[in-house]
Protein backbone atom coordinates (compact mmCIF):
# COMPACT_ATOMS: atom_id res chain seq x y z
CA UNK A 1 0.00 0.00 0.00
CA UNK A 2 1.48 3.26 -1.06
CA UNK A 3 1.98 5.48 2.08
CA UNK A 4 -0.32 8.86 2.49
CA UNK A 5 1.38 11.93 2.26
CA UNK A 6 0.34 12.47 5.94
CA UNK A 7 1.99 9.21 6.77
CA UNK A 8 5.14 10.02 5.23
CA UNK A 9 5.03 13.21 6.57
CA UNK A 10 4.98 11.56 10.50
CA UNK A 11 7.93 9.17 9.51
CA UNK A 12 9.86 12.11 8.49
CA UNK A 13 9.10 14.09 12.18
CA UNK A 14 9.70 10.93 13.86
CA UNK A 15 13.02 11.00 12.17
CA UNK A 16 13.41 14.25 12.87
CA UNK A 17 12.73 14.02 16.38
CA UNK A 18 14.90 10.70 17.02
CA UNK A 19 18.06 13.15 15.35
CA UNK A 20 17.71 15.23 17.76
CA UNK A 21 17.84 13.56 20.64
CA UNK A 22 21.51 13.62 19.71
CA UNK A 23 21.49 16.78 21.04
CA UNK A 24 19.82 16.37 24.00
CA UNK A 25 20.70 13.18 25.61
CA UNK A 26 24.38 13.95 26.24
CA UNK A 27 22.50 16.94 28.47
CA UNK A 28 20.26 14.81 30.74
CA UNK A 29 21.46 13.90 34.05
CA UNK A 30 24.50 15.77 33.47
CA UNK A 31 25.43 19.31 34.23
CA UNK A 32 23.93 21.81 31.95
CA UNK A 33 24.00 25.61 32.13
CA UNK A 34 20.24 26.86 32.63
CA UNK A 35 18.91 30.46 31.41
CA UNK A 36 15.68 31.92 32.59
CA UNK A 37 13.78 33.23 29.55
CA UNK A 38 11.36 34.62 32.62
CA UNK A 39 7.72 35.82 31.43
CA UNK A 40 4.15 35.96 32.62
CA UNK A 41 4.25 32.08 34.10
CA UNK A 42 7.35 33.18 36.07
CA UNK A 43 10.65 30.52 35.91
CA UNK A 44 10.77 29.56 32.24
CA UNK A 45 14.21 27.55 31.83
CA UNK A 46 16.08 26.78 28.41
CA UNK A 47 19.47 25.61 27.63
CA UNK A 48 21.82 24.03 25.11
CA UNK A 49 19.85 20.93 24.40
CA UNK A 50 16.80 22.59 23.45
CA UNK A 51 17.89 25.14 20.97
CA UNK A 52 20.88 22.28 19.50
CA UNK A 53 17.54 20.04 19.21
CA UNK A 54 15.43 22.72 17.58
CA UNK A 55 18.17 23.69 15.09
CA UNK A 56 18.42 19.75 13.98
CA UNK A 57 15.16 19.53 13.24
CA UNK A 58 14.91 23.07 11.45
CA UNK A 59 17.76 21.22 9.16
CA UNK A 60 15.99 18.13 8.48
CA UNK A 61 12.63 20.37 7.78
CA UNK A 62 14.78 22.59 5.50
CA UNK A 63 16.61 19.87 3.80
CA UNK A 64 13.37 18.20 2.81
CA UNK A 65 10.56 20.77 2.96
CA UNK A 66 12.33 24.12 2.36
CA UNK A 67 8.55 26.01 0.74
CA UNK A 68 7.07 25.00 4.68
CA UNK A 69 7.47 27.33 7.24
CA UNK A 70 8.79 26.75 10.66
CA UNK A 71 7.68 27.73 13.81
CA UNK A 72 9.80 26.63 16.67
CA UNK A 73 9.85 27.64 20.56
CA UNK A 74 13.65 28.36 20.88
CA UNK A 75 14.10 29.89 17.12
CA UNK A 76 11.17 31.17 16.17
CA UNK A 77 8.99 31.79 12.95
CA UNK A 78 10.15 31.06 9.22
CA UNK A 79 7.40 31.84 6.49
CA UNK A 80 7.18 29.97 3.93
CA UNK A 81 5.76 29.79 0.26
CA UNK A 82 3.23 26.95 0.88
CA UNK A 83 0.33 26.36 3.18
CA UNK A 84 2.14 23.86 5.22
CA UNK A 85 4.16 24.66 8.45
CA UNK A 86 6.07 22.98 11.21
CA UNK A 87 5.69 23.77 14.98
CA UNK A 88 8.47 22.37 17.18
CA UNK A 89 9.16 22.20 20.62
CA UNK A 90 12.54 20.63 20.86
CA UNK A 91 11.87 19.63 24.64
CA UNK A 92 8.64 20.34 25.81
CA UNK A 93 9.07 19.79 29.94
CA UNK A 94 12.58 21.62 30.43
CA UNK A 95 11.76 21.50 33.73
CA UNK A 96 11.77 18.09 34.37
CA UNK A 97 14.91 17.78 31.74
CA UNK A 98 17.13 20.17 34.24
CA UNK A 99 15.60 17.88 37.43
CA UNK A 100 16.43 14.59 35.67
CA UNK A 101 12.80 13.41 35.15
CA UNK A 102 11.35 11.93 32.67
CA UNK A 103 8.25 13.85 31.53
CA UNK A 104 9.99 15.65 28.99
CA UNK A 105 9.81 15.12 24.88
CA UNK A 106 10.42 16.54 21.68
CA UNK A 107 7.25 17.68 19.91
CA UNK A 108 6.34 17.96 16.14
CA UNK A 109 3.29 18.83 14.22
CA UNK A 110 3.18 19.95 10.47
CA UNK A 111 -0.21 22.30 10.32
CA UNK A 112 -1.38 22.20 6.64
CA UNK A 113 -2.53 25.50 7.36
CA UNK A 114 -5.67 25.16 8.41
CA UNK A 115 -5.31 22.83 11.52
CA UNK A 116 -2.36 20.60 12.53
CA UNK A 117 -2.40 17.21 10.96
CA UNK A 118 -0.07 15.40 12.07
CA UNK A 119 1.48 15.03 15.53
CA UNK A 120 4.83 13.47 17.22
CA UNK A 121 5.66 13.24 20.62
CA UNK A 122 8.86 11.58 21.07
CA UNK A 123 10.98 10.89 24.56
CA UNK A 124 14.36 9.66 23.38
CA UNK A 125 15.66 8.49 27.47
CA UNK A 126 12.97 5.61 27.36
CA UNK A 127 12.60 5.60 23.27
CA UNK A 128 8.93 5.85 23.63
CA UNK A 129 7.02 7.58 20.49
CA UNK A 130 3.57 8.49 20.06
CA UNK A 131 2.67 9.43 16.41
CA UNK A 132 -0.83 10.92 14.88
CA UNK A 133 -1.97 11.12 11.61
CA UNK A 134 -4.24 9.78 9.23
CA UNK A 135 -7.25 9.71 12.15
CA UNK A 136 -4.64 7.25 14.06
CA UNK A 137 -2.81 7.88 17.11
CA UNK A 138 -0.09 5.45 17.63
CA UNK A 139 2.35 4.36 20.23
CA UNK A 140 5.71 3.10 19.47
CA UNK A 141 8.88 1.90 21.30
CA UNK A 142 11.57 -0.69 19.67
CA UNK A 143 9.21 -2.45 17.38
CA UNK A 144 6.12 -2.41 19.28
CA UNK A 145 3.24 -0.27 18.11
CA UNK A 146 -0.01 -0.15 19.71
CA UNK A 147 -3.20 2.33 18.47
CA UNK A 148 -4.16 4.31 20.71
CA UNK A 149 -8.07 4.91 22.71
CA UNK A 150 -9.15 6.83 25.00
CA UNK A 151 -12.00 5.46 27.22
CA UNK A 152 -15.18 6.51 27.94
CA UNK A 153 -16.13 8.57 31.24
CA UNK A 154 -18.90 10.64 30.80
CA UNK A 155 -19.27 11.04 35.08
CA UNK A 156 -17.37 13.72 36.57
CA UNK A 157 -17.20 11.72 39.73
CA UNK A 158 -15.16 8.89 37.98
CA UNK A 159 -12.69 11.15 36.23
CA UNK A 160 -8.74 11.85 37.23
CA UNK A 161 -7.63 15.17 36.07
CA UNK A 162 -3.70 16.12 34.94
CA UNK A 163 -2.24 19.61 34.83
CA UNK A 164 1.19 20.44 35.07
CA UNK A 165 1.34 22.92 37.61
CA UNK A 166 -1.95 24.38 39.57
CA UNK A 167 -0.15 27.56 40.06
CA UNK A 168 -0.66 28.42 36.39
CA UNK A 169 -4.28 29.56 37.61
CA UNK A 170 -3.93 32.54 38.92
CA UNK A 171 -7.05 35.11 37.60
CA UNK A 172 -10.68 34.65 38.91
CA UNK A 173 -11.37 33.28 35.69
CA UNK A 174 -8.68 30.36 35.60
CA UNK A 175 -9.56 29.29 39.31
CA UNK A 176 -13.23 29.35 38.17
CA UNK A 177 -12.45 27.10 34.72
CA UNK A 178 -9.88 24.98 37.14
CA UNK A 179 -12.95 24.30 39.75
CA UNK A 180 -15.14 23.46 37.26
CA UNK A 181 -12.97 20.77 36.01
CA UNK A 182 -12.14 19.10 39.39
CA UNK A 183 -14.13 19.44 41.50
CA UNK A 184 -15.73 16.27 42.79
CA UNK A 185 -13.11 14.29 40.26
CA UNK A 186 -11.63 11.01 41.39
CA UNK A 187 -8.06 11.95 41.63
CA UNK A 188 -6.14 15.19 40.83
CA UNK A 189 -2.56 14.47 39.25
CA UNK A 190 0.10 17.30 39.01
CA UNK A 191 3.16 17.61 36.57
CA UNK A 192 3.34 16.04 33.36
CA UNK A 193 3.72 18.70 30.53
CA UNK A 194 2.68 16.88 27.49
CA UNK A 195 2.57 13.69 28.85
CA UNK A 196 -0.92 14.43 30.96
CA UNK A 197 -1.93 14.34 26.81
CA UNK A 198 -0.18 11.70 25.47
CA UNK A 199 -1.80 9.55 29.35
CA UNK A 200 -4.84 10.33 28.00
CA UNK A 201 -4.35 9.25 24.47
CA UNK A 202 -3.58 6.21 25.93
CA UNK A 203 -6.84 6.31 27.98
CA UNK A 204 -4.65 6.69 31.29
CA UNK A 205 -6.35 9.93 32.14
CA UNK A 206 -10.14 11.88 31.66
CA UNK A 207 -9.29 15.43 31.94
CA UNK A 208 -6.22 18.00 31.00
CA UNK A 209 -6.74 21.55 32.07
CA UNK A 210 -4.05 24.15 31.19
CA UNK A 211 -3.74 27.75 30.88
CA UNK A 212 -1.14 30.10 29.06
CA UNK A 213 -0.14 27.67 26.88
CA UNK A 214 1.75 28.41 23.17
CA UNK A 215 1.37 26.99 19.71
CA UNK A 216 3.98 24.66 20.41
CA UNK A 217 2.89 23.27 23.36
CA UNK A 218 -0.66 22.20 21.84
CA UNK A 219 -0.26 21.47 17.96
CA UNK A 220 1.53 18.11 18.11
CA UNK A 221 -1.16 16.74 20.79
CA UNK A 222 -4.34 18.07 18.97
CA UNK A 223 -4.36 15.67 16.52
CA UNK A 224 -2.88 12.89 19.13
CA UNK A 225 -6.37 13.19 21.07
CA UNK A 226 -8.48 13.43 18.75
CA UNK A 227 -7.18 10.78 16.34
CA UNK A 228 -7.81 8.36 19.75
CA UNK A 229 -11.22 9.54 20.24
CA UNK A 230 -10.71 12.49 22.83
CA UNK A 231 -11.92 16.51 22.30
CA UNK A 232 -9.42 19.29 23.05
CA UNK A 233 -10.37 22.30 22.53
CA UNK A 234 -10.17 25.73 24.36
CA UNK A 235 -12.92 26.87 27.61
CA UNK A 236 -15.19 28.11 25.50
CA UNK A 237 -15.30 25.16 22.94
CA UNK A 238 -12.89 26.71 19.84
CA UNK A 239 -9.78 25.93 18.90
CA UNK A 240 -7.33 26.02 20.92
CA UNK A 241 -4.06 25.67 18.11
CA UNK A 242 -2.70 29.09 19.00
CA UNK A 243 -2.15 28.11 22.56
CA UNK A 244 -4.03 30.12 25.90
CA UNK A 245 -6.54 27.91 27.53
CA UNK A 246 -6.80 24.47 27.07
CA UNK A 247 -9.40 21.51 27.86
CA UNK A 248 -8.64 17.96 26.42
CA UNK A 249 -10.79 14.89 27.61
CA UNK A 250 -11.03 11.72 26.58
CA UNK A 251 -14.79 11.46 26.46
CA UNK A 252 -16.64 13.96 24.04
CA UNK A 253 -19.56 13.76 26.93
CA UNK A 254 -17.09 15.20 29.83
CA UNK A 255 -16.37 17.60 27.82
CA UNK A 256 -19.30 18.75 27.16
CA UNK A 257 -20.36 18.73 30.57
CA UNK A 258 -16.94 20.45 31.74
CA UNK A 259 -17.61 23.25 29.14
CA UNK A 260 -20.90 23.96 30.88
CA UNK A 261 -19.48 24.33 34.24
CA UNK A 262 -17.39 26.36 32.66
CA UNK A 263 -19.77 28.92 31.56
CA UNK A 264 -21.85 28.52 34.16
CA UNK A 265 -24.67 26.62 33.09
Known amino acids: MTATRDATYAEFALAAARAAAGA ?5 RAPIAVDDKGGARGYDPVTEADRGAED ?8 DYPDHGIEGEERGVEAGTVPQ ?9 TKSFILGQLHWATLIALNDGTRPVVGV ?4 YVDESFVAFDGVSEWRRHDQRRRLATRRCPRI ?9 PRHFVSQRQMHAWHAATDGVRLVRYGGDCYCYTQLAMGLTDIVIETGLQPYDVQALIPLIENAGGVMTNWTGGS ?5 DVLACGDPALHAEILRRIAGQ
Open 85 to 93: SWVIDPIDG
Open 24 to 28: ILPHF
Open 157 to 165: GDAMVATTD
Open 240 to 244: CQRGG
Open 121 to 124: VHQP
Open 56 to 63: VIRQAIRR
